[in-house]
């Protein structure tokens, strides 16, 4: 198993461009999720999905969209890119229902200048 | 309002010795917890976790201890290895169906010197 895979690992854009991180996971978790970790903020939560169709709010989720078409894929879309969204996100999923770990990629580095 | 707390952001020791790294929480209602380790330019990975149920949970050099009353965990490494070097996250969450969130602390930064 892959585990879960993110695309690109590093990003550069202009302010007010868009693009779309992809997020990819072969161990058919319900549960995926985007983070940003930003210096001295920790992992804050931006969206999720508890299943195929099935998308809500994290705690940051402006200028952020997201889908969920498949089990397997989460792409986080930004619309018009800003400089406070320079940050390294992370996608992450887990098995739905109770108490369980969730799974990290490995993280896409953004800078938006 | 942070609901986990990490208070030591740093902390360094010897090779062989042991490392516990605290945290504490507010919200009564927490059910589960976890702890994560992060290495430089790569996504958290889980280390281990423990259910209110309990009181311990061991994994090989990993120990995790529960404090409920005192709303307070702790992460123990013994023996600390250099490779054990990294941020050491840990996390919390309430029963809430399918939409459990975790509620993370800042981390605390491990530092094992040879």
């Known amino acids: 198993n892959a585990g879960v895979t993110q695309t690109p690992k590093f990003q550069v854009l202009k302010t007010g461009q868009s693009m779309t991180l992809q997020c990819a996971q072969d161990?058919?978790?319900?549960?995926m999720s985007w983070y940003r970790q930003d210096p001295g903020m920790g992992l804050r939560l931006i969206h999720y999905s508890v299943g195929a169709g099935i998308t809500d709010q994290g705690e940051v989720p402006n200028g952020y969209n997201v889908s969920r078409s498949t089990t397997e894929d989460f792409p986080l879309r930004l619309l018009s890119a800003a400089p406070s969204q320079t940050s390294v996100y992370f996608c992450?999923?887990?098995?739905?229902?109770?108490?369980?770990?969730?799974?990290f990629g490995p993280g896409t580095r953004l800078t938006v200048l | 309002d942070q609901q986990v707390k990490q208070n030591s952001p740093s902390l360094s020791v010897q090779e062989g010795r042991i490392s516990i790294l605290n945290c504490d929480y507010t919200?009564?209602?927490?059910?589960?917890f976890l702890w994560y380790k992060k290495y430089p330019a790569e996504g958290p990975t889980f280390l281990i976790s423990i259910s209110s149920i309990k009181d311990k949970n061991e994994d090989g050099r990993f120990t995790v201890f529960l404090n409920k009353s005192a709303k307070h965990l702790s992460l123990h490494i013994v023996p600390s290895q250099p490779g054990d070097s990294a941020v050491y996250f840990c996390?919390?969450?309430?029963?809430?169906?399918?939409?459990?969130?975790?509620?993370w602390g800042l981390g605390t930064s491990l530092a094992v010197n040879p």
């Open positions: 919200n009564s209602m927490f059910d589960y």
């Open positions: 992450a999923s887990r098995k739905s229902g109770g108490a369980v770990p969730l799974f």
């Open positions: 996390a919390a969450s309430e029963a809430a169906g399918n939409n459990r969130k975790l509620i």
């Open positions: 161990m058919n978790h319900e549960y």
